[in-house]
């Protein structure tokens, strides 16, 4: 039972260990730089021991934990639809006075360039490809028309609402406490202080953002990972440059400069001009090869893989195969729920800072659905197209998605019309994707790192996250590419995922206690009083 005596004031920030200023570089930044600059010696200086040992470990968390991951995810995205739909669904992110800081348009678009982005683009077409040649679990023939199905279920169950349930969990966490209880500090472990009073000023606090930090670094690893792949493929394909680690290690290098620049300018201006032109082009892709791809098979697709992933939820969110073991569960499932995981504390923090003024039911609703509807289009439009394809080429495009995932794209585009400004258009997209993505994982890496937890940590600050992730991602390359990062990600995610569960705890009593609080002030004051304890809306500003 947490001592209640403890814990300090809501409205007052906690006192700082003497030495330490707001903005300054405590034992968190340090010892998270300690640790990540272990991994880049150990993946530069020993790069196939390094490599075998992330893989052994990562197997040892698959089949020992598979089952927690799976449970896990799954209460995440329960836990946040019963709160958009339960009492506090009113409560407005920093009072029921408060006006959104960006427009609906702005806001979804930067939340969804932090939450997918790369990966969106570099799965689109191959992950659907690679569920039909190998179906999931066996549950059907490959290259059959059930195959074809469950693809498209599977590509809906990965990227839809699992794991915007895993974001909006902690965003809402770290923009309640934030806004509406007057703890101006972003660092994951002050969304526990309810739970462990003013113990999160302390070891047990430092722990927490550690793995928050660590966890985030990994998450944001693959990030850049994929988006290097995807560009040393496209160049290849596009322009005949030599692939290989060499050319990896180059775009990434020049990308950091470019999200480095990005990141020197304020969050209005870099990350939210960035996420809007990339929707943008994203848009035109989509409309570009529904115009020229098999328009009605993608429309069926999408109606009938609609349906399924619908009505399948809860089997498919629990399906772990217990008596036949299949590797599949562990190279797919899980390695997309330990990146969510990981990418929870970056994207988190992200759509917190980005979504104040918005009522809980508002901000999960939108977190949950309108990145989910984009997905579900994404997916219907490349993946039959991919798979229609396929089959009139007698297999050659899933044989080069199983070949290397970070080349079917390309091989796709080359199949239609203007492939070269189809591949640089795709080009541009990844980029801007992964120079967007990692801009705002320098500013979330910079606040919950910085004493006080800054919602706009200095330049210099960024600068160093900056440099830090791109030396991660190009040591887990060398360490064995795309392989190395899915078990980076599986590693990084697992403590923080039980954090996780103690962060939802943390947040349904503080909404209870507030609920409480203002419900007990009311019925002191008389009934004439107008709530505004927890922040309610008032009816003229509901959404």
């Known amino acids: 039972m947490t001592d209640r005596r403890s814990a300090p004031s809501p409205t007052r920030p906690p006192a700082k260990p003497a030495g330490e200023r707001a903005g300054g570089l405590g034992v968190v930044f340090w010892t998270t730089i300690a640790i990540t600059a272990a991994f880049i010696a150990l993946g530069a200086l020993f790069t196939d021991p ?34 958009a739909f339960s009492r506090f669904g009113r409560i407005r992110l920093g009072g029921p006075d408060e006006e959104p800081e960006f427009g609906r348009f702005a806001w979804f678009c930067m939340l ?46 990965h990227w839809t609402l699992h794991p915007w349930g895993i974001y909006a969990v902690v965003g809402l966490a770290v923009a309640y406490l934030t806004y509406n209880k007057g703890i101006r500090d972003l660092r994951i472990s002050r969304a526990l202080r309810p739970l462990l009073g003013d113990r999160v000023d302390g070891p047990i606090g430092a722990a927490v953002d550690v793995l928050a930090v660590v966890a985030t670094l990994f998450g944001v690893a693959v990030s850049l990972g994929l988006g290097t792949l995807q560009l040393d ?25 470019g999200y480095m620049i990005s990141a020197s300018t304020p969050l209005e201006k870099g990350i939210n001009w960035l996420s809007q032109a990339s929707m943008v082009l994203a848009a035109i892709m989509l409309v570009y090869f529904i115009v020229l791809g098999p328009t009605v098979l993608q429309l069926n697709a999408m109606t009938e893989g609609t349906g399924r992933y619908l009505g399948q939820l809860i089997p498919t969110s629990l399906r772990m195969s217990a008596f036949d073991p299949d590797p599949w569960l562990g190279d797919w499932t899980i390695f997309f729920w330990a990146t ?49 394809l396929d089959n009139r080429l007698g297999g050659a495009l899933s044989a080069a998605a199983a070949r290397d995932e970070s080349v079917a794209l390309f091989t796709f585009l080359e199949e239609y019309p203007l492939v070269l400004f189809t591949s640089v258009m795709f080009l541009l997209l990844v980029w ?38 791109a030396a991660l991602a190009a040591s887990l390359l060398l360490a064995g590419g795309l392989g190395a990062l899915q078990n980076g990600a599986i590693l990084a995610a697992t403590p923080f995922g039980f954090i996780m569960v103690a962060l939802c705890w943390s947040l349904q009593r503080t909404l209870a206690a507030d609920l409480r609080e203002q419900r007990n ?19 003229r500003k509901e959404s």
Do not use: C
């Not at 991951?69 to 799954?74: A, D, K, S």
């Not at 918005?358 to 798979?387: D, K």
């Not at 019925?523 to 809306?537: I, L, N, Q, V, Y």
């Open 50 to 83: 390094f490599g075998k040992a992330l893989g052994d470990a990562s197997n040892f968390v698959i089949t020992n934990l598979g089952w927690a991951y799976l449970l896990i995810t799954m209460f995440f995205l329960v836990f946040a639809v019963y709160l």
């Open 112 to 157: 969804f360039q932090a939450g997918m982005g790369v990966g969106l683009v570099f799965w689109g077409v191959s992950e659907p490809l690679l569920h039909y040649d190998d179906p999931p679990l066996g549950l059907a023939e490959p290259k059959t028309p059930e195959a074809a199905d469950l693809a498209l279920q599977y590509s809906f169950f």
């Open 233 to 257: 493929a496209g160049l290849g394909a596009a322009f005949g440059a030599p692939s290989g680690i060499t050319l990896q290690l180059v775009i990434i290098g020049v990308t950091a400069a």
């Open 340 to 388: 969510w995981i990981a990418w929870a504390p970056y994207v988190g923090v992200f759509i917190a800072r980005i979504s104040r003024g918005r009522t809980i039911r508002e901000f999960i609703v939108g977190v949950l659905v309108a990145p989910s509807v984009f997905s579900v289009v994404w997916f219907s439009v490349f993946g039959p197209t991919a798979i229609d």
């Open 432 to 469: 801007i994707f992964f120079v967007a993505g990692a801009d705002a994982g320098t500013v979330v890496l910079g606040s919950m790192s910085v004493v006080g937890g800054q919602e706009e940590p200095t330049r210099f600050v960024k600068l160093v996250w900056g440099a830090v992730m």
């Open 521 to 539: 002030g009311r019925e002191s004051d008389g009934p004439s009083r107008e709530p505004t304890g927890a922040g309610a809306a008032s009816p």
